[in-house]
């Protein structure tokens, strides 16, 4: 964070925000757990427009709390959602993938910089460009 | 983003996820800022953008709109811009960045245009003095051929000196 364009005031308001997303952060793990909860039983149940809801919900708020990767992906999963729900409907195989991925990350703890989710999420982009599907 | 803007001792926030409850506190309250989500319920915040930029009262039409979006491509960037939006804050957001655009829309905002075909802060981010006029942009029209003596020479720093 750059100082110098923030006042003295407004500094301390950025500190006292950023111990409350700190705080949060400790217990996003199981936030996201029960958000990819929703989204399985979404998709389960052919519910794209739910999906695509959560997904979002995932996208905006994982990267501030440090699932940067999980952001992305969910960020992702929503852009293949959203094509699919205007073009062929749900392809289960490709949900599979990324729910695979999303469970992955939580069940493992990769957040931010982690090097076995950068590996998982770029294997998941050559299966997708593979199968024509990104 | 509640906590963050409470955390700024913003003494109000209010929130909602309805495109249609959005536009029904709009006409019932008066807000200092407001911010869109790209994707609404039914209908996104790009949509809710115009609306306000577009309604009849001038107050409401003038007021500050950050978007939050994750979609930073040079299209959504331009169709965020056209639709009247002050600021854009990229997803994921950060306490800085809501910081910043606040300062900018809040307290060093841009002129504001209200034509018929645009509504909204000024779209040009920057005005360029040319000073040197070899740092203009050439055209590829050719100009016409100058006329002796024509009346444009005397802003020639020359002409008056004889």
């Known amino acids: 964070m750059s100082n110098d364009k923030f006042t003295v005031k407004q500094q301390e308001m950025l500190r006292k925000a950023q111990r409350i997303i700190d705080r949060a952060s400790l217990s996003y793990g199981d936030t996201l757990s029960q958000h990819i909860l929703s989204l399985k039983t979404s998709l389960d149940n052919d519910n794209i427009q739910e999906a695509i809801r959560i997904c979002h919900l995932i996208n905006s708020q994982a990267g501030t709390f440090g699932w940067h990767l999980a952001g992305e992906l969910s960020g992702w999963f929503k852009r293949v959602l959203m094509k699919q729900q205007q073009e062929s409907g749900l392809d289960s195989n490709v949900s599979r993938l990324f729910m695979d991925s999303l469970d992955h990350m939580v069940k493992q703890d990769l957040r931010a910089e982690s090097r076995a989710a950068v590996t998982l999420l770029r294997d998941l982009e050559a299966a997708l460009k593979d199968e024509d599907i990104h | ?162």
């Open chain 2, 1 to 162: 983003m509640r906590s963050i803007l409470e955390a700024f001792e913003v003494p109000q926030v209010q929130m909602t996820t309805e495109y249609n409850d959005a536009v029904r506190r709009l006409s019932n309250h008066k807000y200092d800022c407001i911010f869109v989500d790209n994707m609404m319920s039914e209908k996104n915040g790009l949509m809710l953008t115009k609306y306000i930029r577009r309604h009849q009262d001038k107050t409401l039409r003038k007021i500050p709109i950050i978007l939050c979006t994750a979609f930073t491509g040079l299209q959504s960037i331009i169709n965020a811009r056209d639709a009247g939006v002050t600021e854009i804050l990229a997803k994921p957001v950060s306490p800085d960045q809501i910081m910043a655009k606040m300062n900018v829309a809040l307290f060093n905002p841009r002129s504001f245009i209200d034509a018929e075909v645009y509504s909204g802060p000024d779209r040009r981010r920057r005005i360029r003095d040319f000073g040197e006029q070899d740092d203009r942009r050439k055209s590829d029209i050719p100009l016409p051929a100058q006329k002796e003596n024509d009346d444009d020479t005397a802003l020639d720093g020359q002409a008056g000196a004889e």
